[in-house]
């Protein structure tokens, strides 16, 4: 009866709200469309979740032939305005309106058939069947051989055998755009394509979103919170900040400060700030100093499965106190690599030998003392159905409690802190992790970890999907861990994020490590090269 | 915080409406059926409700009566719980009843508390066991786990079918048409406790630790987490630990649905032989309580509390039922459509949460929003 009631009242809320917009004196004429070389614009667009306002009265433009991007840290409202703008949201208020009419769609499928194609950071393609499947399910009527010349044509290196679950993030996502390329889109709306690109994938991924703009008038808008990827490939930029649109300007007349300052308001950039001269900036005053020896790691290797990559034969030590950087774009083993460190994944050959003193000689890893952040959260790491305070107890169970009982007064307590320690935006710890935004669900793993007393701590990727404010708070929880005895082991594809916190630095190119050298015997020319697979 | 607890009684007040509107849906798409077939609705319905809940001491009897399938259920939610898709209920509950009887009568001694222990242990570890084998099944060599445990369900009902007619059979049944088990021996009948059956005490004792153990201990809560995502539940527990939990899941749910089983022989105190070999009617042994406890498990929101209404209802309507079948001509598999049309009513039950939390957010098109099984 209660929620009838709620509901009841929402309406009235909207209607008056629709009342309220149609008693306005009418824009003169026809045109409806404000931006001039518009093809879908939202108008004055609302949305709400119950009492939030995620977009409060935003306008914003898609124009053809350009690629635009709507910047905003987590939660700004970057997401659900595009959801709003494809049909996937109903918007409260406001209008959308694409080529000239006004558009009202009732799904995303609607959308898509007048040739609006988003694609989210959570892949649409149908994991357990082929690439090859895949496409022959959007284009019934193609063959093979145009699917292989269509992979041709977006420089694409996948088999079409190869099953979509096993491809990496980035590859899933290339693939999808190629999809809605090849589907004659007129606008295509990327949520955060950069989050799962790898570093050297960028520069052809967006030349090729430009090329495709500018040959078919295809309007593109991304999303992104990576500032550099916004000055270095977009025309126009547009900030959100708490779902209002707080800047509109070429991308040309602006600058990374001005862009930092209108999407965190405080013109701080935080502690870290990205240089162009490698390796020099280390952001703080109290480097981590390497301690003792914890794990030997020797000859490593793990038998390609399916068709996920193997390693060939790694080989490096950790020291606590010392964080190893191993880098290498998406897909060359580097997950394989960890998770076989970490023990999920069997290895075909090689030890790995725990130094502890605690540790009887050469023997393996003890799960409870390893922090691990997946590639994949959502897959390993995470329990999306339930609370956060229940996902904080996952690998913190044993900790919190020393008795065969759940204490979760103190689960309650350490994800508190989890919380505001990297400010994850929700009601409170009994919020289910499935209904946070996506990188409000990365912060609650890395929190979790964050927490744990171990000697060793994984983390893959621990940046995917983070604003430039969280990053910064996550990089000083990093080293302050380094500081504090912990041998952390980072895996990343960003070469920024790597020089600024790694000790030691390790190339990876299709399951090969290189030799995991001190950070001053790198340059940045000599690590892009061996990303690459082109030798120094 | 408030605001945020508030939020959380407010989702709960509605699971329970939710629960009771869906329930109502289910007995008035039965109401249709029984139109349908030329009676009363309404005059069927009264029958039943005043058959059941019309006295005191026909409100007492229907208590005492859903011990077993209050047990079934608790069986199954945790099962369900931790993902493992038990469609077996039926067997592992017949297998337990005729274990209890088997291992009492051969017992035979005077001592009532020893016959009853010793036949609810066999009852628990040979439903166990049967339930286990689809969980083994599952983890080490990937067999769908509804499919085995539905499949060894069968098995089940044939195995007993075959032991009920040879070495278990009744010799009074040696010449009667309907082949029944010998009964079970009056020691290990449960007596009588202030007022109540003991089997009923029994019951709501398993409904509460099984409560505390869910959501109080590391055991309770790591069921949970393997149910809600095995691969993240394998990466921080060890991959062998996660497995080997997840068997002792489908052993400890086999046997509290053997246990179920055992008690149920207080009520029916033999088992008839199914006809054309092994097929168990509704009216049979189980009185389909492996199927109508899935029902009430998720009408339950998975909560061993909410099992004790949810099992006195469902009892009502079968033995209600069966009155009707016998004053009113209306088959008593009404009992079992009607669970029937709850698990298909509540197959819907997420959608229209959704539909009423979120006001007006479409329900995703793109992310799915049925967790994948696995």
């Known amino acids: 009866m209660r929620a009838r009631s709620v509901s009841n009242c929402k309406r009235c809320e909207s209607v008056r709200k629709v009342v309220y ?48 991007v709507l910047l905003g840290e987590n939660g700004a409202g970057k997401s659900t305005y595009l959801k709003s703008l494809n049909g996937y949201l109903k918007p409260d208020a406001g209008s959308v309106y694409f080529e000239d009419r006004k558009v009202n769609f009732t799904s995303a499928r609607d959308a898509i058939r007048s040739g609006i194609y988003t694609v989210y950071q959570r892949s649409s393609l149908i994991n357990s069947f082929s690439v090859g499947e895949n496409l022959t399910l959007a284009f019934p009527g193609k063959s093979i051989s145009d699917f292989r010349e269509m992979l041709k044509r977006y420089e694409l290196a996948v088999d079409l055998n190869s099953r979509v679950s096993l491809l990496s993030s980035g590859v899933k996502q290339r693939l999808e755009v190629t999809r809605a390329l090849e589907s004659e889109a007129k606008v295509l709306l990327l949520d955060e394509p950069t989050s799962v690109l790898a570093y050297e994938e960028r520069d052809e991924f967006f030349k090729g979103l430009a090329r495709s703009a500018k040959e078919r008038g295809i309007g593109i808008l991304i999303t992104t919170h990576k500032l550099q990827d916004a000055i270095a490939y977009c025309t126009r930029a547009t900030v959100m900040r708490a779902g209002r649109v707080v800047m509109q300007k070429l991308v040309s007349e602006t600058s990374l400060n001005e862009l930092t300052t209108a999407m965190f308001q405080t013109a701080s950039k935080g502690a870290f700030e990205v240089t162009e001269e490698f390796g020099k900036t280390r952001p703080m005053s109290e480097a981590p100093r390497r301690g003792e020896k ?37 897909g060359n083993g580097q997950v394989e690599l960890a998770e076989a460190i970490y023990g999920i994944r069997n290895r075909s050959s090689g030890t790995i030998r725990v130094l502890s003193p605690k540790a009887k000689e050469g023997s393996e890893p003890d799960l409870a003392r390893i922090g691990y952040v997946s590639d994949d ?8 159905d339930l609370s956060i305070r229940e996902n904080f107890g996952i690998s913190l169970l044993n900790q919190s409690s020393k008795t065969p009982l759940v204490d979760w007064k103190a ?33 609650v793993i890395v929190a979790r970890e964050f927490a744990r007393n171990v000697d060793l701590l994984i983390l893959v990727h621990p940046g995917r999907g983070l604003d430039v404010h969280t990053t910064s708070l996550l990089y000083d929880r990093i080293m302050q861990l380094a500081r504090n005895g912990v041998a952390v082991l980072l895996i990343s594809e960003d070469v920024d994020e790597i020089s600024l916190l790694a000790d030691r630095i390790g190339v990876i190119f299709e399951g090969r490590l290189s030799e995991v050298k001190p950070k001053d015997q790198w340059s940045r020319q000599t690590m892009g090269a061996m990303m690459v697979g082109v030798k120094a | 915080m408030n605001a945020s607890k508030s939020s959380e009684t407010r989702r709960q007040t509605l699971n329970v409406l939710l629960s009771i509107i869906i329930v109502l849906l289910a007995v008035v798409i039965g109401a249709v059926l029984v139109f349908s077939s030329g009676q009363n609705p309404i005059t069927a319905y009264a029958t039943i409700f ?33 993902s493992f898709w038990n469609g077996g209920g039926e067997g592992q509950m017949l297998l337990g009843g005729l274990a209890g009887i088997a291992v009492t009568h051969t017992l035979n001694l005077g001592n009532s508390f020893v016959m009853i222990t010793a036949g609810l242990v066999c009852a628990f570890l040979v439903g166990g066991a049967w339930a286990a ?78 409560y505390y153990v869910l959501s109080r201990t590391k055991f309770g809560f790591m069921t949970k987490v393997i149910g809600s995502n095995r691969q993240t539940a394998a990466a921080y527990f060890g991959k ?30 033999n088992i008839i032989a199914g006809a054309s070999g ?40 079968v033995t209600g039922g069966l009155g009707l079948s016998v004053q009113l001509q209306i088959p008593a598999s009404l009992t079992v459509t009607i669970s029937g049309m709850v698990v298909l009513v509540l197959s819907l039950r997420e959608t229209i949460v959704k539909r009423l939390s979120r006001f007006g957010q479409r329900p995703s098109m793109v992310e799915p929003t049925i967790p994948e099984r696995g």
């Open chain 2, 240 to 269: 062998s630990r996660t497995n080997w939990m997840f068997v002792l899941v489908t052993f400890l749910s086999g046997g509290i649905i053997g246990l179920g089983g055992m008690v149920n022989t207080t009520f029916t105190s």
């Open chain 2, 50 to 82: 005043s058959s059941t809940f019309g006295s005191t001491s026909d409100f007492l009897n229907t208590f005492e009566l859903s011990a077993p399938l209050i047990l079934v259920t608790l069986g199954l939610l945790l099962a369900f719980r931790t």
């Open chain 1, 294 to 330: 914890f794990m030997d790691i020797a000859g490593l290797s793990v038998a390609a499965d399916g068709r996920r990559r193997g390693v060939a034969s790694a080989s490096f030590t950790l020291y606590r106190g010392e964080i190893v950087g191993i880098i290498g774009i998406a």
């Open chain 1, 411 to 443: 689960l309650e307590k350490l994800s508190q802190e989890g919380i505001r320690g990297l400010e994850i935006k929700c009601d409170s710890p009994g919020v289910v992790v499935r209904e946070l935004s996506g990188g409000n669900i990365q912060k």
């Open chain 1, 377 to 384: 959260p959502v897959q390993i790491g995470l329990a999306l």
């Open chain 2, 133 to 210: 084998l689809s969980g083994a099944m599952k983890v080490w060599f990937n067999v769908d786990d509804i499919v085995s445990s539905l499949l060894l369900s069968v098995v089940a009902s044939y195995l007993v079918s075959y032991l009920v007619r040879i070495p278990f059979r009744s010799p009074n049944s040696a010449e009667s048409a309907i082949i029944s088990s010998i009964s079970i021996p009056n020691a290990a009948v449960f007596p009588t406790l202030f007022g109540l059956n003991t089997s009923i005490w029994f019951a709501l004792t398993a409904a509460v630790v099984m």
């Open chain 1, 21 to 68: 917009i149609s008693d306005r004196p009418k824009k003169s004429g026809f045109t409806k469309l404000k931006t001039e070389g518009a093809i879908l614009e939202g108008q004055d667009l609302v949305k709400r979740f119950g009492a939030l306002v995620a977009v409060n009265h935003a306008t914003l433009a898609v124009r053809r032939g350009e690629i635009d």
């Open chain 2, 278 to 317: 092994g097929a168990y009617s509704a009216a049979g042994f189980t009185s389909s309580y492996g199927f109508i406890g899935i029902a009430i498990a998720f009408l339950a929101q998975l909560n061993p509390i909410a099992v004790i209404p949810g099992s006195i209802f469902f009892v009502a309507l």
